[in-house]
């Protein structure tokens, strides 16, 4: 499985930004999908994850505020981002894992390039 990320850039704080991870394969819909960031000096974390068929599960820190969702018929994943803050500021990326609504990074198996989301405020 191969993922692209895209769609970061610059918001102003309060703003929308909504990325999309496209990947190849045909067996997308068996994974479910996740998105982590990386801000400047610190761990990577687990921001959402979505299940073949729509579950979901979000990080408390972005719950209410952030929106995954996925297009099993085009291999895309999609996270939506509203109210943006400052703290929001990193690098995103969307990866696949086989296992079920994972939120630990090691448990994912492919890896897209990241995409970066600016907040000003």
């Known amino acids: 499985v191969q993922l692209q990320a895209s769609g970061g850039g610059l918001a102003q704080a309060g703003g929308s930004l909504r990325l999309s991870c496209a990947a190849s394969g045909r067996t997308f819909r068996t994974y479910t999908m996740g998105w982590f960031r990386q801000a400047p000096g610190k761990e990577r974390e687990f921001v959402a994850c979505?299940?073949?068929?729509?579950?979901?599960y979000y990080a408390d820190s972005v719950k209410g505020r952030f929106t995954i969702s996925r297009d099993n018929a085009k291999n895309t994943v999609y996270l939506q981002m509203n109210s943006l803050k400052s703290e929001d500021t990193a690098v995103y990326y969307c990866?696949?894992?086989?296992?079920?609504?994972?939120?630990?990074?090691?448990?994912?198996?492919?890896w897209g390039q990241g995409t970066l989301v600016t907040v000003s405020s």
């Open positions: 990866a696949a894992s086989g296992l079920w609504l994972r939120t630990t990074s090691d448990d994912y198996d492919y």
């Open positions: 979505i299940s073949g068929n729509g579950v979901t």
